[in-house]
């Protein structure tokens, strides 16, 4: 087995399944992969080889699960860029960043291409935590009127990462969810972009998948993006008025034409 953690962050599809070669004769398979796989209740990770039809089965749930999982955005970099075409298009932003996996840097990038001065109101910018009630009524009191649409690219997003603390992944993901409809349905905000992830189809039985696919998540990141939909289908139900989009896609590829962002 070649040595390194396995399906490494930000990897890209086809470099992850060129350099994370396996070879059965060569050691035992790590257990994430094999957890990973579904194949952590009936081999050990001791295992060295494979019959032959489990070994066939095995290349094409790997193969679909490189697909699937190894190429994970980083919701940070999607932030920027939505929030530079809201500002293009006239709108007033109001972010909330804990900025614990991106910059306050790319902000800045923003407004310079959006050709907007350093400090312009059109931005502003909340240091919080959307866990935070404090943090979150920081936000809405800070925009200039009342706030028409949220955004949600807030989470943690590491698969390999939700397995190993999923106490903090269904924390932020879930609860910190649940706080910022709170917050909304406090201030009579009830537009939403749920940035979701493909993760909840787990190993699709066909690619491309169809969005009426069986949603079958196999790690604690993929269920905490389960639990959050299913948490705006219930409120959605609950109350007239909502209007929510749930956006489930795998890494965007590229960056802006200008390199900044």
Known sequence: ???GKFFPQRQA??????????????????AELLKLLGYDKWFSTGLAAFAVGWEMDF???????????AAEFDASLAARDQGLVLLQAGHQLVVLD?????????????LELAGLPPGDPRL????????????????????????????????LKAVGESV????????????????LLAAMQRHGCRTLVFSSSATLYGLPEEVPIAESAPIQPINPY?????????????????????????????????AHPSGRI
């Open 124 to 155: 502003t910018t909340i240091a919080g935590d959307i866990r935070s009630d404090a943090d979150l009524q920081r936000a809405f009191a800070a925009a200039a009127s009342p706030v028409e649409a949220v955004v949600h690219f807030a989470g």
């Open 1 to 3: 087995v070649t040595k």
């Open 13 to 30: 599809i086809d470099g992850a399944y060129s350099r994370q070669v396996f070879n059965f004769n060569q050691g035992p398979l790590p």
């Open 164 to 179: 190993q603390d999923p106490l903090r992944y269904w924390d932020v993901n879930v609860a910190g969810s649940r706080c």
């Open 59 to 69: 290349w094409g749930k790997y193969r679909r699960a490189i697909e699937s999982q």
């Open 98 to 110: 804990n900025f614990s996996n991106s910059s306050p840097e790319s902000l800045r990038r923003v």
């Open 222 to 254: 993929g269920h905490t993006k389960a639990a959050v939909e299913q948490l705006l289908e219930d409120l959605a139900a609950s109350e007239a008025g909502w209007r929510i989009a749930r956006l489930r896609y795998f890494n965007p590829v590229g």
